[in-house]
């Protein structure tokens, strides 16, 4: 691979885990991003919004799901000054009501990314990579779009190998 960035959204503090809530430090799609990074020796870059989600899980998906009725595009702390090093960028999110959080569209829709490989990860309980393979064909726009890596959130520590595999089958 040539230049590669590791973006992503994580949601740290209480998450879905194995049918009840648990508090956790870092969020699991921030595990699995630093594993990326890792293996390949790209740039890290965590997505955050100016306005933070609600600490309370059941609240935080409420709010999720509101930005999603109403197609939100929430207000992000920064971006990188540019995309055009980049050749290849993995986009990690957790599925948040069967796609991409909404900061994840903002922080994308900001850049052109024709001519990128994008490769996606998601963390989820159960519900794989919902529509957000297609979501980010629609605003991907140009780019090459490959079949993303669903992790469920409870396996994101021990997922190493499945990420390693997964990482190099695209070379």
Known sequence: MNKTLIVYYSRKGENYWNGSIKDL????????????????????????????YAKDYHTCTEEAKKELQNNDRPELKGYLDSLE??????????????????????????Y??????ILPFCTNEGS????????????????????GLPI???QAANSRKTVETWVKSFG
């Open 25 to 52: 430090s870092k969020g699991n799609t921030e595990v699995v991003a630093e594993m990326i990074q890792e293996i390949t020796g790209g740039d890290l870059f965590e997505v955050d919004t100016i306005n933070p």
């Open 152 to 154: 469920r959130g409870t």
């Open 112 to 117: 052109d990314l024709s001519g990128k490989r």
């Open 85 to 110: 090093p980049y050749d290849t960028i993995f986009v990690g999110y957790p599925n948040w009501w069967g796609t991409m959080p909404m900061a994840m569209f903002t922080f994308l829709e900001h």
């Open 128 to 147: 794989g990579m919902g529509n957000s393979e297609q979501d980010l064909k629609k605003i991907c726009k140009g780019a090459s779009v490959e079949k």
